[in-house]
């Protein structure tokens, strides 16, 4: 066998282990019916619940704009962040605390592929949501589609990789499951909060000025642009990209640095 | 035979302590090898740097021929191990066999899943999610899990722990046909019965050092140490021949500690069925397992009890050699040695 087929295989094994645990992480998840709903049932049941409150309200500084095309951009982001950062960093101190990330390091599956079937997980959560996100607003409240479908993926793309490192670097911050809930869930929705993702939030306002710096505004922000919701021209948010690139990657440092198998406990 | 697993001088440090403090010994292919010692011995240290989960500060370590501290062999020495947590760490959505069949997925050459649903007796379960089975149940499928890749070397770590005896009995029953076919055990438990029942070897740890190694029979001389022979006395045949220092208690209880238990027993018996008396009760017991564990965990002198008193393991857990100190404080300290098989036992102490 030459070297180049050796590695074609090599890498074919690869993929196959982490589609398998990929699976198993799916099967983990859909069965849990508590983490399922909280994790994709909230957002579907917010937007409808928004959209059927906002009828046919237009938001008030982007003529044009409907309230419910506005939150459906900004629940496509927070989809993909409730399943890559605050179901991803809960779940890994809850697995962390109770042995089963020490049984999985003690398996032979790499760690690597361990980590990153949880974080493809995520990501596939992250897709499910999406689609159901966008067939209620279509269906429900007739949004328009993105008018640009590339920049609209490779955002939510990359806001859900970025998204995946800052879940695991917070879970490494969290001491015990006690605490993981609360300490994750409220910092959550205290950036939603700052992100504008309640409300529209007047851009230029301060509050748009200083959550323009933290991750999750840019990440609403960037889901905006492709929608063409009065931010104009290109559908590629290059700036809110880099910031939430900048971010992930502080967090894989610190993810890296803290990132422990065992659990912190006893 | 080979050694499945050889440690020489093996030391691991938190901070300034040495919770693992040269510590040597060879567990060989198919034996059956227990660690006793109390919490913060240093046990589940050195449990955990066999297994490769933690590194080493100093001394060899080779686990089926591999240093477990090599990265590049880590995932062929797991491939070959199997570790049975003293956590229950179970995914509790998924169904037995899925959890099974998933787990075997990381193995070159598994046990089939079936096989091992009957061999811990969940084959009534199969389809059960995890988190509907009773805890015995659910350590059952740990010990599954520990198997499932048909190890040459199983680490145990109080794998029945919150089992009914019924339970206990049918988990020693499964590692002894998995030694029966060729597979190491390496097992850390409290329960001195377990570790008699299971056990070729036991190594006693305390404060960081083995203080003792042998077989659990022979363990700190308890073979051939002095015996306890005890009877009533109920007749009026008079006073049988009893050695000086022999304890007739006003309830008619008597109580005879020598090193000369034959001897005693022969006049004894001779005695009685000269003058018509039953002996009733009459037992003759040398130190139990436990005993000779207390003792060795009780026995450190007053510098390591001090050492011991500030000790943590990884875990944090308090170190337990000051308790035990206090708990056996007159008995034979600064002597954790004298084995009577040979001089397997050995100490570290400088």
């Known amino acids: ?266 | 035979m080979a050694g499945a697993v050889v440690v020489d001088g093996l030391v691991k440090r938190y901070g300034a302590v040495r919770a693992v403090d040269r510590v040597s010994f060879e567990v060989a292919e198919g034996e059956v090898f227990a660690v006793l010692g109390p919490n913060g011995a240093g046990k589940t240290s050195t449990i955990e740097i066999l297994e490769g989960f933690r590194s080493r500060d100093g001394g060899t370590v080779r686990v089926l021929g591999i240093d477990p501290a090599d990265q590049g062999a880590s995932r062929r020495l797991r491939e070959r191990i199997g570790v049975v947590l003293q956590e229950l760490a179970v995914e509790p959505f998924l169904s037995v066999r899925q959890v099974l069949t998933r787990n075997a997925g990381y193995y070159p050459d598994p046990r089939p899943v079936d096989e091992v649903l009957r061999t811990v007796g969940l084959e009534h379960k199969a389809d059960a999610r995890v988190k509907t089975l009773s805890g015995g149940q659910q350590r059952r499928l740990d010990l599954g899990l520990g198997i499932i890749g048909r190890p040459d070397l199983l680490f145990l770590d109080e794998p029945t722990t919150g089992f009914d005896p019924s339970a206990r009995r049918g988990a020693w029953d499964v590692v002894r046909s998995l030694t029966g076919g060729g597979t190491t055990v390496i097992l850390t438990t409290h329960y001195m019965d377990e570790a008699e029942a299971l056990a070729d070897r036991v190594a006693v740890m305390s404060g960081g050092r083995i203080v003792a190694e042998g077989t659990p029979g022979s363990l700190g001389g308890r073979d051939t140490g002095e015996a306890t022979i005890r009877f009533r006395l109920q007749g009026a045949g008079g006073r049988p021949p009893l050695p000086a220092g022999a304890d007739v208690g006003p309830d008619g209880w008597v109580t005879v500690r020598t090193d000369r238990e034959v001897e005693v027993l022969a006049g004894l018996t001779t005695w009685a069925v000269r003058e018509g008396e039953a002996l009733p009760g009459l037992t003759v017991e040398r130190r139990t397992l436990e005993d000779v564990y207390l003792e060795l965990t009780g026995s450190q002198p007053a510098s390591d009890a001090r050492e011991a008193g500030g000790n943590r393991e990884a875990g944090g857990a308090p170190r337990a050699g000051t308790r035990a100190a206090r708990r056996v404080p007159d008995r034979g300290a600064g002597t954790p040695g004298t084995t009577a098989d040979g001089g397997r036992e050995r100490t570290a102490r400088p």
């Not at chain 1, 589609?19 to 937007?47: D, H, K, M």
């Not at chain 1, 309640?198 to 710096?213: E, I």
């Open chain 1, 1 to 266: 066998m030459s070297v180049a087929a050796g590695l074609a295989g090599h890498r074919r094994g690869s993929l196959r282990m982490v589609g398998r645990q990929v699976y198993y992480e799916q099967l983990g998840f859909w069965l849990n019916p508590i983490g399922a709903v909280f994790t994709v049932g909230f957002s579907v049941v917010f937007l409808a619940l928004m959209g059927a409150a906002a009828g046919d309200a237009r938001v008030p500084f982007l003529p044009g704009i409907r309230e419910i095309q506005y939150y459906t951009a900004g629940f496509l982001a927070y989809g993909v962040m409730s399943a890559c950062f605050n179901n991803l960093a809960i779940s890994l101190v809850v697995r962390r605390e109770t042995g089963l990330l020490k049984r999985l390091r003690l398996s032979p599956l790499p760690a690597w592929a361990a980590l990153a079937a949880v974080v493809v997980n995520a990501l596939v959560v992250s897709a499910v949501q999406i689609l159901l996100l966008l067939v209620i607003a279509r269906v429900g409240y007739h949004v328009a589609f993105p008018r640009q479908v590339a920049p609209l993926v490779v955002t939510l793309l990359v806001g859900g990789v970025c998204f995946s490192a800052l879940g695991i670097a917070v879970s490494t911050l969290v001491p015990n499951q006690e605490a993981a809930g609360p300490v994750v869930s409220i910092g959550f929705f205290a950036l939603l909060f700052l992100a504008g993702l309640w409300y529209p939030l007047r851009r230029g306002s301060a509050m748009a000025r200083f959550s323009a710096y933290l991750p999750v505004r840019p990440m609403i922000t960037a889901v905006f642009r492709p929608f063409d919701l009065g931010t104009g021209g290109s559908g590629w948010a290059w700036h809110d990209i880099g910031v939430m690139a900048a971010w992930g990657a502080a967090a894989t440092v610190v993810a890296v640095r803290r990132w422990r198998w065992a659990p912190r406990r006893g």
